[in-house]
C-alpha cells in the first residue's frame, strides 16, 4: 500500500494540526499569514515607530483563564510556568507528567505565545490529539491552532513545503513497511542476492538492519556485527544493496518513514535560512516521551530549536526501556549538554501506587550508576507490604498466582484490575495453562501467545505424529518444513501416510529431491515411537536437534527463537508422559486475546497478561511480577555490557511501579536448564540491596506439608 499526502498513514499530514497548502502554512482552523509574503519593496520602505502608551490594565498582572497553582502541586507548577529557554522534567512514573504537558501548553497560550508556535512532539496521533482536546477543555478553542503530531508527522508537513532544495517534490509518496520490504526484495533479486543456497537475510530483517542504521546514526557494519552477526559474511552484499535501495528510492521520489527524519535533518543542516525560518516559525517545543527517543529524533529537536532554545523535554530516565528499538538512555542523560543552562524540574509526587510499593522502587533504581536522583513520595501512605514469593518450582509459581487472583477477586478486585507482567513472553506459557484450569479468563498482550509461535507450533507437530500418525494436520506441518516439499507433494505423501498402518515406511520409500529429507525426517520420528523409555524432555531434545537447521534456516531472528523452545525443556520437564505433555499444551487456545470458559456474570472482565514493554503507562490495584530469577530478570543475555544490565534494572523499576495496592514478585527456586539439567536459582541480582523490611517474604508448601521452611519465611499453603 503506498500512502499519498492525503492517505491515512504515519505520513499523513493530518497527524499534524497544521497543514501546508502553496505557500500558507494553515492550522485546524485559520490560515497563519507567512512572513515571507512580504514584498521586497515594502521591505525596503522606510517604516518610522509610533509609540503605543500603556494602558494601567496591561501594567497589571495579567488575568490567566486558569488559577494554575491551584490545579496543580507545586513541582508541577513550577515546570508548568517555567521562564523561556531549555527545561528539562524528570517525570517520575505516575507524577501526572501528561497532566503537567498539559498545562504547559495551556499556560503559553494564556501568557500571550501564539498558538500555532507551540508545536508538540509525541509518540503517537493519538496522544497528540488528546492532550490537544485537553488545554481545549482549559482554555478553549486557541488550542486548535497549536501544532502538535508525531516526529514523522511533522517531518511530512515540512518536506512537502520545503523539500526541493533536497530534490523532493511535495507530491512524493511516502512507503509503508510492507512497501519498503518489497522494494528491497525487488532489488535484491535484480543484484542477484535471492540466491537459495547463499542463505540471504530476508527482506524484512534487511529493512530492519537499515531502519537502525538510519535511527542510532550508526553505521552498516556496526549494526550487523553488533546485532545480526550471524549475517557478517554478507555485509559487503548488504552495503550493494542498501545504496540500491537509497537511489532507488530517490529516483522514484519515494520515502519511507525513517527518509522523513532522515531528509529534514538533511534540510536543517544543509540549508540556514530554511533552518532559522523553521526554527522561528515553532518558538516553543514540547517533547513527550524524551527517554524514548533516538539519536535521530535528538538531534532534529536540537536543530528544531536553532534560534531561541525553547524546548521542554519531559521524560523517565528511570523508565528508558527501548534500547532494542533504537531508543537511548543517553538522550535524556545529555540534555543539558546539548542545551547549555537547561533548567531540570523534578516530578516525585505519585498519585498511583501507596508509599510501600513506592518505597520499593525506590531502593531498587537507587543503586543504578547512572540517573537523575529523586524520591517518588504519596499521600497513600497505608497499604500491604510487595511479597517477595519464594516457589518451588515454574508450576508452583503458576498455581499461586491463580489461587491468589482467585482470592483477590473474591475480597472484590475486579479481574480486569489484576495484571501478570513478565520479562519475555514465554515465561507466561504455564501460567496460561493454569488460568485455563481454573476457568479463568485472560487477554495476553505483547506479541502472539507462546504456543502460537511458528516455531514452537513446528516443534509441536513433530510430538504429536509420534503420539498420533494419523494427525494429517501435523503430518503436513511437519512435511512443509522439508526441502523440496510444496503444498501438493505434502497433500500425497499425508494421503499416503493415513491409508498404511506404517507411515514411516512411506518416508522410507521416498526419492527425488526431496527423497534425502524425508528419509532422515522417517528415522527420526520412528526412532521416537519406539523409544517408550524417553521422558517428555527427552523426546523434545530429540526433535529440537533435528528441528535446529530447520529453524536456522527459515527464521532470521533464530537466536531468539532458541530461548522459546529452550522453554519447552523447561515445561515439559513436570510431565510424565508426552500424551499428558501434548494434551495440557492444547489447553492454550488458538485465539491471541481471551481464553476459554468465563466465568458467568463476568464477561466483560480478564486478567491482563503482558511483557513489562507492552505495560508501560498502565496500572492495575494488583500486579503479579514473574520469574524474578537471576538469568532471568535480568536476562542472561543482558550480562554482556553495563548498559544492556542497567536497562533490565529499569525495566524491573517500570514493572513495580505499575501497581496501585497489591503487588508480588514470584521466582521459581529450581529452574531447568536444557544442557546442565535441574539449577537452582536465586532471586533478581536487583533485590540483593532491598531493604528485607520492605517485603513480607512467602515461601509456598504444600497443603498438609510440614513447616520445614524456617521462621525467616511465612507460609502461603
Not at 509609540?51 to 486558569?66: A, E, H, M, N, Y
Not at 510444496?486 to 518416508?507: C, E, I, S, W
Amino acid at each position: 500500500m503506498l500512502i499519498s499526502m492525503h492517505a491515512r498513514g504515519a505520513g499523513d499530514s493530518r497527524f499534524c494540526r497544521c497543514k501546508v497548502f502553496g505557500g500558507m502554512l494553515y492550522s485546524a482552523t485559520a490560515p497563519v499569514t507567512c512572513l515571507t509574503a512580504w514584498s521586497d519593496a515594502n521591505m525596503d520602505r522606510e517604516i518610522k515607530p509610533y509609540i503605543l502608551k500603556r494602558t494601567p490594565d496591561q501594567d497589571q498582572v495579567r488575568k490567566f483563564s486558569l488559577d494554575y497553582a491551584k490545579e496543580l502541586n507545586a513541582q508541577q507548577y513550577a515546570a508548568v510556568t517555567a521562564a523561556d529557554g531549555p527545561a528539562l522534567v524528570i517525570a517520575g512514573a505516575g507524577s501526572g507528567k501528561t497532566r503537567t504537558l498539559v498545562h504547559r501548553v495551556a499556560y503559553l497560550i494564556d501568557s500571550g505565545v501564539d498558538p500555532s508556535q507551540i508545536l508538540l512532539l509525541t509518540f503517537t496521533r493519538k496522544s497528540s490529539e488528546e492532550m490537544l482536546e485537553r488545554v481545549g477543555a482549559l482554555i478553549g478553542s486557541r488550542s486548535q491552532r497549536v501544532c502538535g503530531g508525531t516526529f514523522h508527522s511533522v517531518a511530512n508537513m515540512l518536506l512537502r513545503r520545503h523539500g526541493r532544495v533536497l530534490g523532493i517534490e511535495p507530491g512524493f509518496t511516502i512507503m509503508d513497511r510492507g512497501d519498503a520490504e518489497d522494494l528491497i526484495a525487488l532489488l535484491r533479486a535484480q543484484l542477484g542476492l535471492n540466491e537459495k543456497d547463499k542463505r540471504f537475510p530476508r527482506k524484512g530483517t534487511i529493512a530492519e538492519i537499515y531502519s537502525k542504521c538510519e535511527n542510532t546514526l550508526r553505521g552498516l557494519e556496526e549494526i550487523v556485527l553488533d546485532e545480526f552477526s550471524h549475517f557478517a559474511d554478507h555485509l559487503e552484499a548488504l552495503g550493494k544493496l542498501q545504496r540500491a535501495y537509497q537511489a532507488a528510492k530517490r529516483q522514484r521520489q519515494l520515502l519511507d518513514y525513517d527518509d522523513l527524519l532522515v531528509l529534514l535533518r538533511d534540510l536543517l543542516t544543509k540549508d540556514e535560512p530554511k533552518r532559522r525560518a523553521i526554527s522561528q516559525q515553532f518558538r516553543y517545543i514540547l517533547v513527550d516521551e524524551y527517554q524514548d527517543t533516538n539519536r535521530l529524533q535528538a538531534e532534529l529537536i536540537r536543530k528544531l530549536a536553532a534560534t531561541h532554545d525553547n524546548v521542554m523535554v519531559v521524560g523517565d530516565d528511570s523508565q528508558s526501556i527501548y534500547a532494542f528499538r533504537g531508543a537511548t538512555f543517553r538522550n535524556i542523560m545529555e540534555f543539558p549538554s546539548w542545551f547549555p543552562g537547561a533548567k531540570i524540574y523534578k516530578l516525585e509526587e505519585n498519585y498511583r501506587s501507596t508509599q510501600p510499593i513506592l518505597s520499593l522502587a525506590n531502593e531498587i533504581i537507587q543503586e543504578a550508576p547512572e540517573k537523575y536522583t529523586k524520591h517518588l513520595f504519596t499521600r497513600k501512605l497505608d497499604g500491604p507490604l510487595p511479597a517477595l514469593v519464594e516457589a518451588a518450582g515454574e508450576n508452583a509459581q503458576s498455581r499461586f498466582v491463580a489461587q491468589k487472583i482467585l482470592e483477590l477477586r473474591e475480597e472484590g478486585v475486579p479481574l480486569s484490575e489484576i495484571a501478570v507482567l513478565f520479562r519475555s513472553s514465554f515465561h507466561s506459557f504455564d501460567l496460561e495453562i493454569e488460568l485455563s484450569r481454573c476457568g479463568l479468563p485472560f487477554v495476553k498482550r505483547g506479541g502472539i501467545k507462546f504456543i502460537e509461535a511458528a516455531h514452537v507450533k513446528d516443534l509441536l507437530a513433530h510430538l504429536r505424529v509420534v503420539v498420533n500418525p494419523q494427525d494429517a494436520v501435523s503430518w503436513h506441518r511437519v512435511l512443509m518444513l522439508v526441502e523440496g516439499v510444496g503444498p501438493k507433494k505434502a497433500q500425497d505423501l499425508v494421503a499416503a501416510m493415513v491409508r498404511v498402518n506404517d507411515p514411516y515406511q512411506v518416508l522410507r520409500d521416498s526419492s527425488g529431491r526431496s527423497g534425502k529429507g524425508l528419509k532422515q525426517l522417517g528415522v527420526v520420528l520412528e526412532n521416537l515411537s519406539k523409544s517408550d523409555d524417553l521422558s517428555p524432555t527427552e523426546q523434545v531434545n530429540r526433535v529440537y536437534e533435528y528441528y535446529l537447521p530447520i529453524l536456522k534456516d527459515h527464521h532470521d531472528d533464530y537466536p531468539k527463537r532458541i530461548r522459546d523452545l529452550d522453554h519447552l525443556h523447561t515445561i515439559a520437564e513436570s510431565y510424565p508422559g508426552l500424551t499428558e505433555f501434548l494434551a495440557d499444551l492444547a489447553l492454550a487456545p488458538p485465539d491471541g486475546s481471551a481464553v476459554g470458559v468465563e466465568p458467568s456474570g463476568r464477561d466483560d472482565e480478564q486478567v491482563v497478561l503482558s511483557t513489562i514493554h507492552s505495560a508501560k503507562g498502565l496500572e492495575w490495584q494488583c500486579v503479579f511480577l514473574l520469574w524474578v530469577v537471576d538469568g532471568k530478570f535480568p536476562s542472561v543475555f543482558s550480562f554482556n555490557t553495563d548498559e544492556e544490565l542497567e536497562e533490565e534494572r529499569r525495566l524491573l523499576y517500570v514493572a513495580v511501579t505499575r501497581a496501585k495496592r497489591y503487588l508480588f514478585l514470584t521466582y521459581p527456586i529450581n529452574v531447568y536448564d536444557r544442557s546442565s539439567g535441574m539449577l537452582l536459582s536465586k532471586p533478581s541480582r536487583f533485590l540483593d540491596h532491598v531493604s528485607p523490611r520492605l517485603f513480607e517474604t512467602l515461601a509456598l508448601v504444600e497443603e498438609g506439608h510440614g513447616h520445614e521452611w524456617g521462621h525467616e519465611h511465612d507460609r502461603y499453603v
